[in-house]
Structures are given as structure tokens and as C-alpha cells.
């Protein structure tokens, strides 16, 4: 019986212990305003990952939004204030909007559909800013964000990408964690021939030219990942489960945070 109650008694405690380690995680979150940017070949999982990592960290009570709920906020908005969001994106990017046109031209991608990219990533980015001076966060994250955004406007567009990834470098947004999701392309393939959406230019392709795409591509986002100025670069695996992911991204956080 005294064993009983001393197993029910180091089991509060441990419970405790653990609950206590999480409201200090919290705290330290409070209002944090972290970005946190999901990068990885297209297949590799990025969305179902980010559901998983908000929903985690929703469980701890903490602010967590993605990208679509800053798109929801934009639609929200009145015609008059999203006019004024889209006027001051275009005039404060505006050098950077040419000067990467400029470097486009350089490389022989003349592609209005590559600068309308980049632009739409400029209004988002005021639009995300906009939505952290009203609402409380501590934690975004965005599986569609500007590593992934440049990957995808330049990819079926240059002939090589041998200049192209350090010079895209100077566009990035600033991201307090990256986040890159590992796979092999054969894996990645054989997940985007069984999704239902259609949506990507990649789910249009057959077998063989995805693979092939892929196999051109994928190297290429990398270095994208790679040079990003972010101090604070993680690598996932997409063997792994999507709550062991957040699992581990919390801790790693929690690590983070309790050095500062």
C-alpha cells in the first residue's frame, strides 16, 4: 500500500514538474513575435507539419498563427485598408522589387509571374506585421514564406543555379528559425503522385519528369536554405512523425530561450 502511494505521489510530481516546465516555456514565449519558416522540396510534408506544430504549441497556451490566418486577417480587412497595405508593401520594397527584376533579366528570366511572386511575399510580409501590432503573438508559422517563395518563382525559369542562390540571399525576410524538411526525391515523388490537390506544378508532371525535376530542384532550395542569415537553422526529417517534429522544435526552443 506504501509502495502504491509513493509510485501515485512521484507521479503528481513528475506531472507537476513537467506542467510547471511548460507554463515557463510559455512565459518565456509571451509576445515573442517568433517567425518561424517551413522550408522543403515540395512532398516533403511542409503544411501537415506546420498543423502539427501549431497545434502543439496551441495546447501549451501559446499565440500561434500560420500563414493561412494572416490571410484570413487580410480578406477581413476593408477594400480601403488593404489598398493601403498593397501602396505601402510596393513603396517600401520597391527598390528591392526592381533590383530583383533587374537580377532576373541577368539571368534571363523574364517572368512577370516571378515579380508578381515576389511581390504578393512583400504585401504578406506588411500584412503580417500589421497583424502583430493588433493581435497578441509569440510563435508564426509559415510554410510559405520567401525561401520557399523564390524557390518556387525562379525554379522552372532559370537554365542553371550556379550565381542564382547567393544572389537571392539579399531578398530573404528576416525569420527567427528556419526550419528545413529533409526527403528523398524518389520518397517525395511517390507522395506527390498520391495527393489529390493538383495544385502544384509538380502534381501536372508525370513519373518520370517529376522525378527528374525534382532531383534538378530540390539541391537547389537547399543552398537557398543554407544561405539564410538566420542563426537559427533546423533540419527535420520527414521519417519522423509530425508530432515528434514539434516535440523536438519545442525543446529545442525551450533550450534556446532559457540561454538568453
Keep these: 500500500m506504501e509502495h502504491t502511494i509513493n509510485m501515485l505521489t512521484a507521479n503528481y510530481i513528475r506531472k507537476d514538474e513537467a506542467r510547471l516546465k511548460s507554463d515557463k516555456v510559455e512565459c518565456l514565449l509571451s509576445g515573442k513575435e517568433l517567425i518561424i519558416e517551413f522550408v522543403g522540396p515540395t512532398g516533403s510534408g511542409k503544411t501537415?507539419?506546420?498543423?502539427?506544430?501549431?497545434?502543439?504549441?496551441?495546447?501549451?497556451?501559446?499565440?500561434?498563427?500560420?500563414?493561412?490566418?494572416?490571410?484570413?486577417?487580410?480578406?477581413?480587412?476593408?477594400?480601403?485598408?488593404?489598398?493601403?497595405?498593397?501602396?505601402?508593401?510596393?513603396?517600401?520594397?520597391?527598390?528591392?522589387?526592381?533590383?530583383?527584376?533587374?537580377?532576373?533579366?541577368?539571368?534571363?528570366?523574364?517572368?512577370?509571374?516571378?515579380?508578381?511572386?515576389?511581390?504578393?511575399?512583400?504585401?504578406?510580409?506588411?500584412?503580417?506585421?500589421?497583424?502583430?501590432?493588433?493581435?497578441?503573438?509569440?510563435?508564426?508559422?509559415?510554410?510559405?514564406?520567401?525561401?520557399?517563395?523564390?524557390?518556387?518563382?525562379?525554379?522552372?525559369?532559370?537554365?542553371?543555379?550556379?550565381?542564382?542562390?547567393?544572389?537571392?540571399?539579399?531578398?530573404?525576410?528576416?525569420?527567427?528559425?528556419?526550419?528545413?524538411?529533409?526527403?528523398?526525391?524518389?520518397?517525395?515523388?511517390?507522395?506527390?503522385?498520391q495527393r489529390e490537390s493538383g495544385r502544384s506544378r509538380f502534381d501536372k508532371m508525370g513519373r518520370e519528369q517529376r522525378l527528374s525535376e525534382l532531383k534538378r530542384n530540390n539541391p537547389y532550395l537547399f543552398r537557398l536554405y543554407q544561405n539564410s542569415a538566420c542563426k537559427n537553422k533546423l533540419k527535420f526529417s520527414t521519417r519522423e512523425s509530425p508530432g515528434k517534429n514539434a516535440e523536438e522544435f519545442f525543446q529545442q526552443l525551450e533550450y534556446s530561450l532559457t540561454r538568453e
Aim: hydrophobic share 40%; net charge positive; charged share 25%.
Design 48 to 193: 501537415t507539419n506546420c498543423i502539427h506544430f501549431l497545434e502543439f504549441f496551441k495546447k501549451r497556451n501559446v499565440n500561434a498563427y500560420t500563414f493561412n490566418d494572416i490571410k484570413i486577417y487580410l480578406g477581413q480587412l476593408t477594400f480601403y485598408h488593404r489598398l493601403q497595405i498593397c501602396f505601402k508593401a510596393i513603396l517600401l520594397n520597391g527598390h528591392d522589387v526592381l533590383s530583383y527584376s533587374f537580377l532576373l533579366a541577368c539571368h534571363r528570366i523574364y517572368s512577370f509571374d516571378s515579380i508578381y511572386r515576389y511581390i504578393k511575399l512583400c504585401i504578406f510580409n506588411s500584412t503580417l506585421s500589421q497583424f502583430m501590432r493588433v493581435r497578441k503573438v509569440d510563435a508564426v508559422f509559415l510554410d510559405q514564406w520567401i525561401i520557399q517563395g523564390l524557390w518556387s518563382a525562379t525554379i522552372f525559369k532559370a537554365k542553371t543555379f550556379d550565381k542564382l542562390p547567393d544572389e537571392l540571399k539579399r531578398f530573404y525576410f528576416n525569420t527567427d528559425y528556419v526550419l528545413y524538411f529533409d526527403i528523398d526525391e524518389e520518397t517525395a515523388c511517390e507522395r506527390i503522385h
